[in-house]
């Protein structure tokens, strides 16, 4: 079975700072990565996906994650942060099968704090 | 793209009953699957829910607690059956194709108490 680990319950950064948050997978074959992002009482939004091609992808808001297929991961960096960046962060994955479409497995999430 | 409506947003209801959740989808889609989100958590799929077939239910989640209907490709409905204190959750339907990202809607809040 599929998994997802993000293995930063919690990270603090500095306003400005650079980000780098942590997703790794289990899976048989080759994935389809997400990465959402959820503000406190907010739906999901998507930040980005990778399917296949250019293994660098960018999202909205500045963000982009590198999938690296030999170490498993599909982590999210943004150059500088800003406050409204402060949300919760969720690795995703799926897969197409014969059947078709099977539903995510969602890690456990990253919470984001930010600080002036 | 595809614009998901969820109702209730929100509900509180009384242990023992039951709430029937709608998931209104802008286009026609072959498969919809139902999350959900206990507070503070990730979100853990409940089932998939195929127009015409009987819902497929991931491990921890039964049909009995968890009745699904998809009676046509933009409509399906989640009923959370005979709810306890534990069943207090965010809710959300969820669509996805082949190579097209998954669209969700914004989730019905429930508070059973």
């Known amino acids: 079975a599929q998994s997802v680990t993000q293995p930063d319950i919690h990270i603090t950064v500095s306003e400005g700072a650079s980000l780098e948050l942590r997703c790794n997978y289990s899976y048989g074959a080759t994935p389809y990565l997400f990465w959402y992002v959820q503000s406190p009482g907010q739906g999901l939004q998507l930040l980005l996906k990778y399917f296949s091609g250019d293994t660098l992808v960018q999202g909205i808001k500045g963000f982009e994650a590198e999938f690296k297929r030999s170490q498993s991961s599909f982590n999210l960096r943004k150059p500088s942060v800003h406050w409204s960046d402060a949300a919760e962060y969720f690795c995703a994955v799926g897969e197409i099968s014969g059947g078709g479409a099977d539903g995510l497995t969602f890690g456990k999430g990253t919470h984001l704090i930010i600080q002036p | 793209s595809a614009v998901i409506s969820q109702k209730p947003s929100r509900d509180i209801c009384q242990r023992g009953t039951s709430l029937t959740i709608q998931c209104q989808v802008d286009?026609?889609?072959?498969?919809m699957f139902w999350y959900r989100q206990q507070p503070g958590q990730s979100l853990t799929l409940i089932a998939t829910?195929?127009?015409?077939?009987?819902?497929?239910?991931e491990s921890g989640f039964v049909i009995d607690k968890f009745p699904i209907s998809r009676p046509n490709l933009t409509f399906s409905t989640l009923t959370v059956s005979n709810m306890s204190p534990e069943d207090s959750s965010i809710y959300l339907c969820?669509?996805?194709?082949?190579?097209?990202?998954?669209?969700f809607g914004q989730g019905t809040r429930l508070t059973v108490v």
């Open positions: 286009s026609q889609v072959t498969m």
């Open positions: 969820s669509v996805y194709g082949v190579r097209t990202e998954a669209f």
């Open positions: 829910a195929n127009q015409g077939s009987e819902a497929t239910y």
